[in-house]
C-alpha cells in the first residue's frame, strides 16, 4: 500500500516551452502533497505544499507564476513548469501524505526534467 | 538541509554493519524519518522513529535516537551491496513539512 506514482519519469523539452508533471497517490486519498526539486548530489528542496481544492503553499524564493500547482482531487497534484528555460532542469519529486498516527509522506519515482 | 547534518559519505565491506549519524536542530520535531535513495529514483521510506522514543529496531535496522543531544542514527547489520544507496535523515516540521538531511552515499563494497 501507500504507492504514489508520477508521470512522465523523464522529459526533454526546448526551452520556453510549459512540462506538465503528474503525481497521484494509487491506494490511498492525499489531502497534502509536496513538491520537491533535487540537483544532482543534493538533497531535496521543498517548493510548495499542495493542498487539495484550495491554493498552494510556496516556500519562499519559489516562484509561483512558474510553478504553476493544481491539486484538483484527492489522489492528484500537477505541477506545470512555465516558460522552462535550461536552469529548471531539475529532478523533481512529488510526495503524498498519508493520514495516519505517524503523517507519513510517501514519494513518488520522481521527474528527470531536461530543458534544452 | 540546513537544518540536518550527515556526513556526506560512508564506506564498508558487504557482510559488516553500516552506521549513518545525522544531527538535527528542532527539538519539537515529533517523528524523525530514514529514506533511502536509488540512482535515478525517488525515496523509499525505511523506517521512523517517534521523538519519545530511544531505539526502534526493524528487521536489519536500528535507529537510535538521543533527543538531548538531537543526535540520530540508523545501523544497517549485515550490509549487503543492495543497500548502496544515498540515505536521507529527516524531521518533520510544521504543517507536516519535511526537512531533510544533506544525505550519505553508502557504498557496499563485496
Known amino acids: 500500500g501507500a504507492v504514489v506514482s508520477q508521470h512522465p519519469s523523464r522529459v526533454i523539452c526546448k526551452s520556453g516551452t510549459s512540462v506538465k508533471i503528474e503525481c497521484r497517490s494509487l491506494d490511498f486519498q492525499a489531502t497534502t502533497m509536496f513538491w520537491y526539486r533535487q540537483f544532482p548530489k543534493q538533497s531535496l528542496m521543498l517548493m510548495a505544499t499542495s493542498n487539495e481544492g484550495s491554493k498552494a503553499t510556496y516556500e519562499q524564493g519559489v516562484e509561483k507564476d512558474k510553478f504553476l500547482i493544481n491539486h484538483a482531487s484527492l489522489t492528484l497534484s500537477t505541477l506545470t513548469v512555465t516558460s522552462a528555460h535550461p536552469e529548471d532542469s531539475s529532478f523533481y519529486i512529488c510526495?503524498?501524505?498519508?493520514?495516519?498516527?505517524?503523517?507519513?509522506?510517501?514519494f513518488g519515482p520522481g521527474t528527470r526534467l531536461t530543458v534544452l | 538541509g540546513e537544518d540536518v547534518e550527515q556526513s556526506l559519505f560512508l564506506s564498508v565491506r558487504e557482510g559488516d554493519s553500516s552506521v549513518i549519524n545525522c544531527t538535527y536542530t528542532d527539538s519539537s520535531s515529533t517523528y524523525l524519518y530514514w529514506y533511502k535513495q536509488e540512482p535515478g529514483a525517488g525515496l523509499q521510506l525505511l523506517t521512523y522513529i517517534f521523538s519519545n522514543m530511544d531505539m526502534k529496531q526493524d528487521q536489519r535496522l536500528t535507529v537510535l535516537l538521543n533527543k538531548k543531544d538531537k543526535h540520530l542514527s540508523l545501523r544497517i547489520a549485515d550490509t549487503q551491496t543492495g543497500d548502496s544507496a544515498i540515505y536521507f535523515c529527516?524531521?518533520?516540521?510544521?504543517?507536516?513539512?519535511?526537512?531533510f538531511g544533506t544525505g550519505t552515499r553508502l557504498l557496499v563494497s563485496p
Open positions: 510526495s503524498a501524505r498519508f493520514v495516519s498516527s505517524t503523517d507519513t509522506q510517501y
Open positions: 529527516a524531521e518533520s516540521k510544521g504543517f507536516q513539512k519535511l526537512v
